[in-house]
């Protein structure tokens, strides 16, 4: 058997101690998949005498994680600290600067700088590996940089987060709110007490980043990322989308448009039975389009400590076996500043709920509005009648401009009759 | 750019013609990805002036397959012949005795020989790689082989025959017989002329084999292999599992019983909603249930030119950048001869479906001999009644020792009652 292959752990929350648990349980076979023994030499986090459910006293303790850029003499360092800024990008700058490879399940920290730091890991002749950072245990960033590299891409889908996943499926099946679905959520441990970067989409949206930069080999580029959360879908948009035959998912986007990228995260419309439409609660899915392969899912948990470790763990053997593949899939000096669609030349069918005073004209005034943009409606339901109070519009529209769409409910916005904030969604037919 | 990576391809079938045009159409992307560009240097074939829709002429021509084994400077050998024997088998052979890495999507040779031939591989340092033997487009050999390496595997699921999938969906969306759904089958090229290797479970106890190997680190073993096919299912089982609310579906299934390993391709009933129920059509599926990882599932096309290629071409860019990793997951010395659970007894609920003359007394026979072999009856539903003449009788039992299910069921054939023979399936909860 080789000499160990010796890592340094920065990070012991729950993917961290997860690792640690995998690293050991598994010693055996996974000594024999690398080659070698995966040796634990180091390992770094606030609070040295926390009680994590693992024995941590046969490593080294190092107070503060930087250090482990250049401590002892470690193949790799594993960042499990998380954010874009801060002790994990000094820590990963460093590792990278002294030329050992990383691992990290960093999903922001790669949106923000993946660029820099890819080209910084081919120049030191390292790897930059993060395979945790998308989609937990499924090994999805594998499949797309590897597994299918033979395709062009056309396009790929993901529901990239378990939380917006699972409160969009317990709303359908409680008919509650979104407010009182994200507390219970949150009560159970399924919804963090800042949800933020989950409903609101910026957690799909880091990971989708990192997606279509593998899968149209381009500069990965947050800032040009359309970002729509889950936070304005109610019961009625729930229940709407069940009886037009869709189920509403946070959708990643990326998606090659004649030559210009398309790359938004937002709530979509989708077949009930579609590959996306039956992926429930908090599973992960990713659905690629490619030239060759026509169409695969793959799908799993997206979280949690043992599917996260999962991925972790897997990296750090590929990077024992002397595994290296390019951070993006290709070269990062290779890497394109690809065209990236304006989003209001795209094209969709759309849905639309508008909560409406009740009286006489409105729907004239609405129709006049969508008419006068080009917007051709396929359907319109106003549920139920409560003249001079609020009610729910809901309609669906045939295919047309995304800039027309935001013109037009713009418009609609202002009149007198609407109540509340219109909620618009595109509708894909995958 | 580095100096090209050269390979030659054996067998100009839908296979070979695939990875042609892959590796032409995506060239440049490929080159990128690969690191260097992909160079089809020789191809041979049985027929050179066959018009196959794409121009070999830019290829050295080689008459005799096995020749390519030691031809010009090959760095790969892409074998496409097929079969366990023959010019494949002494391609293969000849090419790793030469030092030279192997690609293929020959189930068959590695089932039989995958042992000897992983042994042969590494002992000349170089891969042997298999990615299109398995659910085509879909990367499971690698998702297993390194995306899942953190794991322990406790047991793997597969939809591996795209032919048996279609023919199972078509006979329940039809309510037509299997022989009738065949011959459509093969009028559509969905199924072969001799059908026998897809419909009798051989192909997917193939695929099984291999994936059973990687999952537990031991050596493929085709003759441990427990394999029934579907041409005994009819139009009354279909009919009667969505009653009980469940699909039929020809499985692969890899588990470990207490540390020996069950290992066994037959039709199944799983629920209709569970991860293999949804899979129909010519769709493969490979479901995966790991100590860390949980369920992650992988689906996709299993078969046809651009899936199979798309797999074949991955294999050849990870062997150009520098990608080996040992056949089976672990260094074939390492493959251990794992025990294999004896059939008999491994323990399930069971569909029986009998067909029985109709009269007094027939169905006490029945609950007679179940009685006697400990076999206790969950459900019992005779479809029509017909005295005197032949009626199914289709019966569900609880969990009992397979051994005792076929003792019954053997008993039950003899009596004179019994006018065919009957349909015993194993029911699997996913």
């Given amino acids: ?235 009625t948009d729930i229940a709407s989308a069940t009886e037009f035959g869709y189920r509403i998912k946070l959708l990643g986007i990326a998606r090659d448009v004649d030559g210009e990228i398309m790359q938004s995260v937002e709530p979509c419309l989708v077949p009930i039975h579609s590959p996306m439409g039956i992926i429930e609660d908090v599973y992960n899915a990713v659905y690629v389009e490619g030239d060759s392969v026509e169409s695969p899912l793959f799908t799993g948990k997206g979280a949690g400590e043992g599917p996260t470790a999962s991925s972790v763990v897997a990296d750090i053997i590929d990077l024992a076996r002397g595994i290296q593949v390019p951070t993006f899939g290709i070269a990062a000096k290779n890497l394109k500043e690809a065209p990236r669609i304006s989003m209001g030349d795209t094209r969709a069918r759309y849905y639309l709920r508008l909560n409406v005073i009740d009286r006489a004209g409105v729907i004239a005034d609405i129709a006049s509005i969508l008419k006068d943009n080009d917007i051709s409606i396929e359907s319109l339901v106003q549920h139920g009648r409560d003249p001079d109070h609020v009610v729910p519009i809901v309609l669906t529209c045939h295919e047309t401009r995304h800039a027309a769409m935001i013109e037009a409910v713009s418009l609609i916005e202002n009149l007198d009759s609407c109540a509340e904030k219109p909620c618009l969604m595109r509708i894909e037919e995958l």
């Fill in 1 to 235: 058997m080789n000499k160990p292959f010796r890592i340094g752990i920065a990070g012991l929350g729950t993917v961290g101690v997860g690792v640690i648990k995998a690293l050991t349980k598994n010693a055996d076979i996974i000594a024999l998949r690398a080659g070698c023994e995966i040796k634990i030499v180091a390992v770094s986090a606030r609070n040295k005498g926390q009680d994590r459910g693992v024995d941590i006293s046969g490593f080294e303790w190092v107070d503060n994680a930087v250090d482990l850029a250049r401590y002892g003499d470690l193949d790799a360092v594993i960042e499990l600290i998380g954010g874009s800024e801060g002790v994990a990008a000094d820590l990963v700058n460093g590792t990278l600067d002294n030329a050992r490879h990383v691992v990290t399940a960093n999903k922001a920290l790669l949106a923000h700088h993946g660029y820099d730091l890819a080209l910084k890991a081919e120049d030191k002749g390292v790897s930059l590996t993060y395979e945790a950072a998308v989609a937990g245990g499924v090994p999805i960033i594998k499949a797309l940089r590897e597994g299918l590299a033979a395709n062009k891409i056309h396009a790929v889908y993901g529901i990239l987060n378990g939380t917006c996943n699972y409160i969009l499926t317990m709303m359908r099946e409680t008919g509650r709110d979104f407010a009182e679905v994200l507390k219970e959520a949150q009560e159970l441990g399924y919804a963090e007490s800042d949800p933020t970067f989950d409903v609101e989409g910026i957690d799909a949206a880091h990971k989708l980043c990192l997606i279509t930069s593998i899968a149209f080999g381009v500069k990965p580029d947050f800032g040009e990322l359309q970002v729509q959360g889950i936070s304005n879908i109610n019961a």
